[in-house]
């Protein structure tokens, strides 16, 4: 039970997180590109996968309160963070 809580509570913030993420870039009008793909090539925001780096640290964390500490979750962890801020550069 304790999982589905955890994965239930990692998983809300994943969604609220990148919708306030893109609610900022909108307004901010930050980090928007064009669609390529979509035949109206409507406006969007990019690196909106950045902010799920935070969903992913708070659920690490709460698996090592739970079941203490698992180096291969921080090895993951870093992985992520390092390919994600390396795929959010500007080219």
Sequence with gaps: MTDLV???GVLATSFLLVYFYKKFNEKKRIAIGIDINKQDQREICEGTGISLLVPVWVGIAAIFLLQGV???LIGLGILLTVLSV???GRH
């Design 6 to 8: 955890l994965f239930a």
């Design 70 to 72: 698992n180096f291969e």
């Design 86 to 88: 390396i795929g959010s």
